[in-house]
T-cell receptor
């Protein structure tokens, strides 16, 4: 069965520090997709990135970067030079053919609450 | 990016009443919409998946007669909580996905339901 583990429940950093949010996943499929979403205090989930299982290239988008390692089934997310506005809950999610057949449902991790202090 | 709206954002109702929540994809056609429930400081729990023009598929443990879902068009899905009770109080979130099933889900801003 598919599973996403975000072992870090809460992380607190001081502004300008770098922070890495861990995500480990389990799936039987060779084709799957990984996502990161941000949920700020307002509640609306914001899509950050999607990665397919055949593309292990790391990605950088501004202060955000993602490290996908199939060998360790991990898809970690790093924020460089964190800012107060980065404070939010971050969810890692997995989508594969077994999670709902053709609907490719999302399996979410429990989320990591990131607090960036000024 | 794709925009999904939800209405109302907040609703307070008395026990026994029914509440309808609307989810709209504003700038794309949503073949599939999903309804989630989120308790405080917890992850999202998928309640049901709806494809336009078809009956919704409910997750195990979710009462289909309690949570009525209609996906009548490619831009609108509704969730009706029937005969709401205090234990139905929660944050309800919808998401929508375009015609390619491998596209990301885009989420609405959520609806905070409080049943007195």
């Amino acid at each position: 069965a598919q599973k996403v583990t975000q072992a870090q429940t809460e992380i607190s950093v001081v502004e300008k520090e770098d922070v890495t949010l861990d995500c480990v996943y389990e799936t039987r499929d060779t084709t799957y997709y990984l996502f990161w979403y941000k949920q700020p205090p307002s509640g609306e989930l914001v899509f950050l990135i999607r990665r397919n299982s055949f593309d292990e290239q790391n990605e950088i988008s501004g202060r955000y970067s993602w490290n996908f390692q199939k060998s360790t089934s991990s898809f970690n997310f790093t924020i460089t030079a964190s800012q107060v506005v980065d404070s939010a809950v971050y969810f890692c999610a997995l989508s594969d053919p077994n999670s709902g057949g053709s609907n490719y449902k999302l399996t979410f991790g429990k989320g990591t609450l990131l607090t960036v202090n000024p | 990016g794709a925009v999904v709206s939800q209405h109302p954002s907040r609703v307070i109702c008395k026990s026994g009443t029914s509440v309808k929540i609307e989810c709209r994809s504003l700038d794309f056609q949503a073949t599939t919409m999903f309804w989630y429930r989120q308790f405080p400081k917890q992850s999202l729990m998928l309640m049901a998946t709806s494809n336009e023009g078809s009956k919704a598929t409910y997750e195990q443990g979710v009462e289909k007669d309690k949570f009525l879902i209609n996906h009548a068009s490619l831009t609108l899905s509704t969730l009706t909580v029937t005969s709401a009770h205090p234990e139905d109080s929660s944050f309800y979130i919808c998401s929508a996905r375009g015609q390619a099933m491998l596209l990301p889900q885009y989420f609405g801003p959520g609806t905070r339901l409080t049943v007195l």
